[in-house]
């Protein structure tokens, strides 16, 4: 295999990570769960309110670990999980947290639900960004995928990647038209008056 395609996992806790964001956060949960309650005229009414906003930020408060394989990308939460192909994805887009893979070319309110957000790790983890970013661009379509965001090297890289590929299907292209040319002219019909030629030679 590959050694750009070799798998590659890490993970990421947002909520570690920035815990003074979290403490913020929750204390926001558990006001509005406290207000739901009230609200609603009863404690489980509350703690339902509560759970449900608590999942609702499932990726920042539970760890989610990454997977780029060969053929497909992975993430795993506590509560779920999903996987795609790499050839599902039509766009990426970079930013300096990460990159959000789309089935979409363009931006798109879908893309939350049907893409997948892949975060980096903090640093000094032992997977760096610059890797990671190195792997998705070795396993995207480059005939398919439009890469955004990508630092100048990356980008680069990814269009000297892409033209290579373009040269190589325009060449089989034309190969394979030129095969068609060739067997067509093999296989056409014979011509009466190419069939006539060597009887009139005959006949003399």
Same mark, same amino acid.
């Given at each position: ?42 404690? !489980? ?20 670990? !990454? ?52 975060? !980096? ?84």
């Amino acid at each position: 295999m590959d050694a750009t395609k070799a798998e590659i996992r890490w993970r990421v806790h947002p909520a570690a990570e920035r815990k003074v964001t979290a403490a913020a956060v929750l204390a926001t949960v558990v006001g509005l769960a406290v207000l739901a309650g009230f609200w609603m005229g009863g404690i !489980y009414w509350g703690i339902f309110a509560g759970l449900v906003l608590f999942l609702s930020l499932e990726a920042f408060y539970l760890p989610t670990q !990454y997977e780029l394989g060969a053929e497909q990308v992975g993430v795993r939460k506590p509560f779920s999980r999903v996987a795609r192909p790499w050839s599902t994805f039509r766009s990426a887009w970079f930013d300096p947290t990460g990159v959000t893979l789309s089935p979409f070319g363009r931006r798109h309110w879908l893309e939350s639900y049907r893409g997948i957000r892949v975060r !980096y790790p903090v640093a000094g983890a032992a997977v760096t960004a610059s890797e990671i970013r190195r792997a998705l661009l070795a396993r995207l379509d480059p005939g398919r995928t439009r890469c955004q965001g990508l630092g100048a090297d990356d980008a680069a890289a990814w269009e000297q990647r892409r033209a290579a590929v373009e040269a190589a299907t325009a060449g089989a292209v034309a190969g394979a038209a030129d095969g068609d040319a060739a067997g067509a002219a093999s296989t056409a019909p014979e011509t009466p008056s190419a069939r006539r030629a060597p009887m009139a030679r005959g006949v003399r």
